[in-house]
Nanobody, 123 residues
Framework: QVQLVESGGGLVQAGDSLRLSCAAS????????MGWFRQAPGKEREFVAV????????YYADSVKGRFTISRVNAKNTVYLQMNALKPEDTAVYYC????????????????WGQGTQVTVSS
């Protein structure tokens, strides 16, 4: 069982940066791939980024590529999402997710989900 708790959301202006954190419980964190998803009002949840268990492999949605960076510190059981050059269309609830499969996360099927943190970008 893995429990995930996101933090770091807030209200920022377009062009600002924000870093989200996701703290995971359990001693097997390093065996999981980790991902970030987001859901805007009235829209379906969408994939944002994924990182493999070692941190050596990452993949991003085209909409955030070059602006967002996913990273992890296994010793701290934490995964991060650094978001730069934020746009109003990045406004959403951001969710952290865990799965043993990197591919499963890319496809949106994850074993564990956090409760989300709100990010609002004003123009």
């Amino acid at each position: 069982q893995v429990q995930l708790v996101e933090s770091g959301g807030g209200l920022v202006q377009a062009g600002d940066s924000l870093r989200l954190s996701c703290a995971a419980s359990g001693r097997t964190f390093s065996s999981y791939a980790m991902g970030w998803f987001r859901q805007a009002p009235g829209k379906e949840r969408e994939f944002v980024a994924v990182i493999d268990w070692s941190g050596g492999g990452t993949y991003y949605a085209d909409s955030v590529k070059g602006r967002f960076t996913i990273s992890r510190v296994n010793a701290k059981n934490t995964v991060y999402l650094q978001m730069n050059a934020l746009k109003p269309e990045d406004t959403a609830v951001y969710y952290c997710a865990a799965d043993r499969s990197f591919i499963a996360i890319r496809r949106g099927g994850c074993d564990y989900w956090g409760q989300g943190t709100q990010v609002t970008v004003s123009s």
